[in-house]
C-alpha cells in the first residue's frame, strides 16, 4: 500500500474518531467520562493527522517539527487515558488532586523538552517517504514515562474490572481489549523500533496510528449502548 493510500486513510480515520468524540460530548457534556473520553479523542485526532501530513509528503520543509509534535502527542494521549480510566465507567474513590496537578505539570515540561530543545529529538531528516531521526539523550525517559502511564491506566481499568458486575464488567472488558492492541501496535512500531533502528515499511510505519480505529471505535460503541 502505498504511503499516500496510508495518509488518506489517516484523514478519513482522524475525521470519523472526532465526530464519534464530540458527538459523544454533546450527549452529555457534564458528564466526566464523556468530557475525558473527548480529550484522549482530540490527542489521538493530533496524533493521526500529523502522521497523515507525514505520510502525504505535505510537511514541506518542516518535518522535523511534525515528528516533534508526533511524539508530544503521545504525551497528551497517555495523560488523557489515566484521567478517562479514572472516570470509567464510575469515578474512583482514590483519585489524588495532587496527581493529577503533578500529571498536567509534566505535559508543559515535556513541550518545553520536545520543541525548544534537542533532548528529545534532535533531527528528523526526510529520506524518501520516510525520515532519518536523530533521538535526544533524554529520548528514553520519553519511552519509560509514556509506558508507565499506559500501565498505570490499563492497572486502573483492571483492578475495576476484578471488583466490577454486570453492566460495568462488560464496559470494562471491552474498553480494555479496545484500548490495549492499539497501545501495544503503537509502543512496538512508532517508539521502539525507530528508535532502536529497525527498518520499517509503510504498513509498520503507520499500523499504530489506523489502528486506534480500534480504540475509538468500540469505546464509542460501549458509550452509545449504555448512554453513559
Known amino acids: 500500500m502505498a504511503f499516500e493510500t496510508h495518509g488518506i486513510i489517516l484523514f478519513i480515520i482522524a475525521g470519523i ?39 502525504l509528503s505535505l510537511q ?14 503521545g504525551i497528551l494521549i497517555a495523560t488523557s487515558f489515566i484521567f478517562f480510566a479514572w472516570v470509567f465507567p464510575y469515578k474512583s474513590s482514590n483519585i489524588s488532586k495532587i496527581i493529577k496537578m503533578v500529571l498536567s505539570a509534566i505535559i508543559p ?3 518545553i523538552l520536545f520543541f525548544f530543545t534537542d533532548l528529545m529529538l534532535v533531527d ?5 517517504n ?10 528514553p525517559l520519553y519511552i519509560v514515562y509514556f509506558s508507565i502511564l499506559c500501565a498505570w491506566g490499563f492497572y486502573i481499568l483492571f483492578m475495576k474490572l476484578l471488583k466490577a458486575e454486570g453492566m460495568h464488567k462488560w ?27 529497525y527498518p520499517r515499511d509503510a504498513w509498520v510505519v503507520y499500523v499504530g496510528a489506523e489502528s486506534s480505529i480500534v480504540l475509538v471505535g468500540l469505546t464509542s460503541y460501549i458509550l452509545f449502548k449504555k448512554n453513559i
Do not use: C, H
Open 17 to 55: 474518531e472526532l465526530f464519534l468524540g464530540l458527538y459523544v460530548f454533546t450527549r452529555n457534556r457534564r458528564d466526566s467520562v464523556s468530557t475525558t473520553f473527548l480529550l484522549l479523542v482530540i490527542s489521538i485526532v493530533i496524533w493521526l493527522l500529523v502522521n497523515a501530513i507525514l505520510a
Open 60 to 73: 514541506s520543509g518542516f518535518n522535523e517539527s511534525y515528528y516533534r509534535t508526533a511524539y508530544f502527542s
Open 109 to 111: 515540561i515535556f513541550f
Open 124 to 128: 528528523a531528516v526526510k529520506n524518501g
Open 130 to 139: 520516510l525520515s532519518d531521526i536523530t533521538y535526544g539523550s533524554l529520548f
Open 171 to 197: 464496559q470494562l472488558k471491552f474498553v480494555i481489549i479496545g484500548t490495549i492492541i492499539p497501545f501495544i501496535v503503537n509502543i512496538i512500531t512508532d517508539i521502539l523500533m525507530p528508535w532502536m533502528g
